[in-house]
């Protein structure tokens, strides 16, 4: 597991904290700059023009957001009516066709002139719910205040569709206030139609470089640090080391607790009140943080639909107090798929450990079959282990990647078979299970499933080694390989004389970094789901100490790799249903589920007895698939256990900003009706971070005078908020023929609630 050097623990890490300008060896391109709001240039337009200048193309006031409070999309097949937003946009083929329909029936009360005259104007206005900008053009952003009828025109544009076409008033909105006073006062109408921030009314915003430029690319701000968010997937974990699933279809997630407990979690967010896996009193942990023992590994057979067999990893103590790392075999009950058999447990292999250090404790199975398992070297510092150390002695199997095949037995009686073309299977001075050396502690390996498309990647197996004090790496794991550790780390010698006497022929790690840019690396996974496209290919990973969030692209000409900082969005980029912008500073590992979406895993206090640990979803806010193309129907499981529904703990970002101290009051205004322009949440303030005090901890202690260290168990608890989704508006037609199309009226008469609160208030006075 990670080495921490702990200097504090703090419960939330957030988007607001001020992150340090780092000096990288490797700088990723950047990938494209969509818009962001920065939520504090409402009343300082000058203050915005110079930011914008600073950042030339980074952030700007606002990002792309469709009606449904979701990320645009590109649609499957390009749209026929709407066509200028075929690309990239907010509808689908069937809203299309919706929006076709009802321009038609508009086109129906007009006469020849009035279709040369208005149609284009008319198509235009319907058309701008389809605009990757809908949310703002519509005032959608904020939950609290109603939805425009009409979206936000440009001042000159409206005034010429009011001068041709001021009749068709009453054709495009339902609302009587607009129908009655505007159909004859142009200034007025258009006054009403004006948007806060003319950077988005239209036609302007198709005309904005900067917002244009980048649509749809990965959201950026000014550090070029590429925006995410997240979604609170389950909270009160210890530990939690691990995610994975069985690739069965049942689409649950088996959640890994450090102590030794794995739960069992639906689809539907709920959680199984009996746990999956019960061997606490097997596994060796304790509650002084940092401590790296424990349940540490998981994977399920690659038929284990048919066999219903999966593969634990974890550290334990024999009877001679002699402490060991077990890999073992088990299933599950016949009578219930969400139990595991605990008298079925057959034991594949165990492995003495020197020191309680370095424990690693990966296990995942190849596109191969096999199963590898991941060691470290053995503990204490600089593997001072025989000659060369651990790591390089092939003899040895700590400090390796080893490779081995569960369905059969040797015939020297082991309870598994070695791949017959493992690379030193003829070297009699190497064990035959060893499939690359050289590593120091990899912690959290993971198995790329390949371009969704072109399947180019699949296999690649990535890595994240732990450095001793100098650097931290990201390795791909290659047969035969030698890692060179302990004559390197990272791209540097670590033994000297072992890194200039020998041909070691090592393998350089894809990426290194300095103790600068964090201390204990989170190995993660490549990114291969179907939600957030733009990630596609990224390598996304960690640091444990400091909270870091990173990711690696490929340069497919150079087959080098580059690097990105993740920043989890502002509370403006992240304004979406179910989004939170924190999350617990320390990251303990990544994860995806069955459909290749992509997770980590996070405490505020890393023992393994404390129940602050919680897990993430990371979700990409500038771009999402298109609606209905990443559902998909889990085959159903029975349970004989309770569920215990998800009761989120974070406030997410819309709770933040409709907290009365983070938002700005709405401008009175003489003419208060239901589509007078308003202060939208792209223009609420940023939350202001608070750090919740920090406790300062001290590193586990030697095994001679160790004291007893209780682990915290405080429960923050949370509001779960149901968030309502909005429609795009349809504004009833006047009465022509009975297949033409009605809905209720959008937009609520403010002025009639104004007078009846006004004669409630003179009642109680009087």
Not at 567 to 591: D, E, L, Q, R, W
């Amino acid at each position: 597991m990670n080495e921490p050097h702990y200097e504090e623990v703090q419960d939330f890490y957030t988007s607001d904290l001020k992150k340090p300008k780092l000096k990288e060896l490797n700088a990723w391109p950047q990938t494209g700059k969509s818009s962001s709001s920065s939520g504090v240039c409402f009343s300082c337009p000058h203050v915005c023009i110079c930011l914008s200048l600073l950042c030339l193309t980074g952030t700007l006031l606002g990002h792309p957001q469709c009606l449904d409070y979701g990320p645009p999309f590109q649609p499957p097949l390009p749209l026929e009516f709407c066509s200028t937003y075929e690309n990239f946009g907010c509808c689908d083929q069937e809203r299309d066709n919706s929006i076709a329909a009802k321009y038609w029936d508009i086109m129906d009360y007009m006469d020849p002139q009035g279709h040369k005259l208005c149609g284009t104007y008319i198509k235009d206005i319907l058309c701008q719910e389809c605009s990757p900008y809908a949310a703002h053009l519509y005032d959608a952003e904020n939950p609290r205040t109603p939805l425009r009828s009409l979206p936000g025109l440009c001042f000159d544009y409206c005034s010429e569709f009011h001068l041709n076409c001021y009749s068709a008033i009453r054709l495009l909105t339902g609302d009587k206030h607009i129908q009655e006073c505007c159909e004859t006062n142009r200034t007025h109408f258009c006054h009403l139609l004006q948007l806060q921030d003319e950077d988005y009314c239209f036609p302007q915003v198709l005309q904005n470089s900067a917002l244009s430029r980048r649509l749809g690319s990965a959201l950026e701000e000014c550090g070029a640090c590429v925006q995410l968010c997240l979604a609170e997937v389950a909270n009160g974990l210890r530990n939690p080391v691990l995610m994975a699933h069985a690739a069965d279809q049942t689409h649950r997630a088996f959640v890994a607790e450090q102590l030794g407990l794995v739960w069992v979690y639906l689809p539907d967010g709920s959680r199984l009140e009996e746990p999956f896996l019960v061997i606490q009193r097997m596994v060796l942990a304790t509650p002084w943080l940092g401590d790296e023992r424990g349940f540490l590994g998981m994977a399920f057979h690659p038929k284990h639909k048919d066999n219903g067999k999966f593969y634990i990893y974890y550290s334990y103590m024999d009877k001679n107090r002699v402490e060991k790392i077990r890999i073992s075999e088990l299933k599950v009950l016949a009578s219930d798929a969400n139990k595991a058999d605990p008298h079925s447990e057959r034991y594949l292999l165990e492995l003495e450990e020197p020191a309680a250090n370095r424990n690693s404790g990966q296990l995942l199975f190849g596109v191969d079959g096999y199963l590898y398992v991941f060691t470290g070297d053995g503990g204490k510092a600089g593997d001072p282990f025989g000659k060369f150390g651990n790591a390089q002695n092939k003899s040895t199997l700590l400090g390796k990647v080893l490779r081995i095949d569960v369905d059969g037995r040797r015939p020297d009686g082991k309870p598994y078979r070695i791949p017959p073309d493992n690379p030193f299977v003829a070297d009699p001075k190497a064990r035959p299970e060893v499939y690359a050396y050289g590593v120091r502690n990899m912690w959290r390996c993971a198995v790329d499933r390949g371009d969704p498309v072109t399947k180019k990647g699949r296999g690649r197996i990535f890595c994240g080694d732990v450095g001793q004090n100098r650097f931290e790496e990201i390795d791909l794991v290659f047969k035969g390989g030698n890692y060179g550790w302990r004559a390197k780390e990272g791209f540097e010698c670590y033994d000297t004389k072992l890194c200039h006497n020998s041909s070691l022929d090592d393998i350089l790690p894809i990426f290194a970094y300095g103790r600068s840019v964090g201390k204990s690396v989170t190995g993660g996974f490549v990114y291969r789901g179907c939600e957030s496209p733009n990630l596609n290919g990224l390598y996304i990973f960690g640091d444990f100490m400091n909270g870091r969030l990173m990711a690696l692209q490929e340069d497919e000409k150079t087959n080098k790799w580059k690097k990105q900082d993740i920043c989890i969005g502002s509370t403006t980029a992240c304004a979406f249903p179910g989004m939170i912008s924190s999350y617990s500073k320390f990251i303990i590992s990544f994860a995806e589920d069955e459909a290749g979406e992509l997770y980590f895993m996070s405490t505020s206090y890393p023992s393994a007895y404390a129940p602050h640990g919680s897990l993430y979803k990371l979700i990409d806010p500038a771009r999402r698939a298109p609606p209905g193309k990443c559902k998909y129907k889990p085959v159903p499981v029975k349970t004989k256990s309770k569920r215990i529904p998800f009761v989120p703990r974070a406030k997410t970002v819309l709770e933040l900003l409709n907290e009365p101290s983070t938002t700005k009051p709405p401008k009175k205004s003489s003419t208060l009706t239901a589509a007078t322009p308003r202060v939208s949440s792209k223009k609420a303030k940023k939350t202001q971070s608070t750090k919740i005090k920090a406790s300062t901890v001290k590193t586990a202690p030697s095994d001679k005078g160790r004291q007893r260290v209780k682990a915290e168990a405080k429960y923050h608890k949370g509001k779960k908020v149901a968030h309502n989704s909005r429609t795009a508006p349809e504004p009833p037609l006047p009465k022509k023929s009975s297949h033409l199309a009605r809905t209720k009226e959008v937009l609520p008469k403010k002025a009639a609630l104004v007078k009846g609160k006004r004669e409630k208030r003179r009642k109680k006075q009087l």
